[in-house]
Structure formats: C-alpha cells, structure tokens
C-alpha cells in the first residue's frame, strides 16, 4: 500500500493533536507503519495548529509535502482556505463550517474572507460538516434514557 497522507489543521484548542494522534493510533492498529508530526502555531492563543498523519507499510518522515496531502481536515474554515494548497488534485478536503476569528480579525487589523466554502469548491473536492450541531444525531442514535449525558458528553469534548 502507498503511503496516504492526512493533515488536520484547526485553532488552538479544537482537538486537532488529539485528533492526530487517535488517528495515528488506529492506523497503528491496523498493522501500518505510522509518523505523526505536530505544527504548533500560537496554538495557546488561538492560533494555526496543523498536524500531520502518514501511514502505510514503510513510511520514512513524519511531514507532508505541498500538493501531497489525500485528506485535509479543515475545524475551520480560513484553517481550510490556508493550507488547502498542501491537498493533492484528486483529495478530499473535509471542513467544520466553523468561524473562529484570528487575532488580526479579532484587533481590526484584517478582515475575514467571505465566500471561503465556495472558493474552495473552485478547484477542489469539499465535503462541508457542521460539528457542532450534532445533538440531533446523538438523540437520534444512542439510547433514550441516556441522551442527555451523551450530549454533556460531546459537550465536554468539544470544549477540551
């Protein structure tokens, strides 16, 4: 099997090392080879955290290249639209349509793209999510009597 690439990016404290690193973990489960790789940006701050998952049988450096990645895990749109370039021509590019405010948005010194979803469909494969609505889901999928702690539950998560 060739190598696959995956690269999560997201804002400081949306779980995108946790992420990394359970994807890492099943890959290893698997029986693949596997080399994580973390990009910590102002990650405490709220800013840029990009990580990277590489499996397969032998898998030689941790980081992937521009144009290299299969899959992009975008928890945030303008994460999604700066580091879309490091996805191959036939990857999917998976995004949370999550809005998070870099600090040059949050101080007045830039503004936040518009159109960021459909600017990305332009040239590339994009499956939007929306990850933090999932309450439906979650009642509709567990157990009634226990609906309620499953949504503290992702509560919980989704806040660490």
């Keep these: 099997m060739a190598v696959k690439n995956i690269m999560i990016v997201g804002v400081g404290g949306q779980g995108t090392l946790l992420t990394s690193r ?9 029986g693949y080879d596997v080399k994580l790789s973390e990009v ?22 941790p980081i992937v290249e521009e144009g290299q990645a299969d899959v992009i895990i975008a ?6 639209l700066r580091y879309a370039h490091f996805l191959k021509k036939e990857g999917a590019l998976i995004v949370n349509d999550w809005r998070i405010d870099p600090m ?3 101080i007045g010194a830039a503004e936040y ?6 600017t990305l469909k332009e040239e590339h ?11 439906e889901v979650i009642e509709k999928t567990v157990p009634q009597k226990t609906i309620e702690i499953n949504k503290k539950a992702f509560d919980v998560g989704y806040h660490l």
């Design 22 to 30: 359970i994807l890492g973990g099943l890959a290893t489960l698997g």
């Design 40 to 61: 910590h940006g102002m990650a405490q701050r709220g800013g840029s955290v990009v990580t990277f998952v590489r499996y397969g049988e032998k898998v030689a450096e």
């Design 75 to 80: 928890f945030e749109r303008l994460e999604a």
């Design 104 to 106: 040059p948005v949050v």
């Design 113 to 118: 793209p518009e159109g960021i979803l459909e």
């Design 125 to 135: 494969k994009v499956y939007v999510v929306n990850a933090t609505e999932w309450y």
